[in-house]
């Protein structure tokens, strides 16, 4: 969506969107539907972290490093259900992710001129 010209927020939005759609099949194995809102209103947020994370680096392997984070805790809290203190601590993280997804889309601006298109007339001089 980038190189075709479209908004930073437009490709962002997608793309957590896309992200949160494929967790939205959970609700097919057996979770609640509540649970499923949940999780896709967090994978979403989740999602623009992603984003963001790609562009601030350029880089693909930091965001994946960023899901793997999540994952063994989402797993071990599924396998083995835990009431102690740290369990409510790390139920505000998914908080926090949710709040700073929602408020960094916000921010996103800009738009990403092709590579073939110069933004410009200063640009346009400079590639003849």
Avoid at 26 to 45: E, K, M, R
Avoid at 84 to 92: D, E, N, Q, R, S
Avoid at 94 to 123: C, K, M, W
Wanted: net charge positive; aromatic share 10%.
């Amino acid at each position: 969506m980038r190189k075709a010209g479209h908004s930073e927020i437009a490709t962002a939005t997608v793309s957590a969107a896309l992200f949160a759609a494929m967790h939205s099949s959970n609700v097919l194995t057996g979770q609640s539907v509540f649970a499923t809102a949940i999780q896709v209103l967090y994978t979403f947020a989740f999602g623009i972290c992603m984003y963001l994370a790609l562009r601030v680096t350029g880089n693909l392997i930091w965001p994946i490093l960023l899901h793997a984070t999540t994952d063994p805790s989402v797993f071990l809290l599924t396998a083995h259900p835990g009431t102690g203190p740290l369990t409510t601590f790390a139920g505000f993280g998914n908080i926090a992710v949710i709040l700073f997804g929602l408020v960094a889309t916000v921010f996103i601006r800009g738009r990403v001129t092709p590579a073939s298109q110069p933004s410009n007339e200063h640009d346009a001089q400079r590639s003849r």
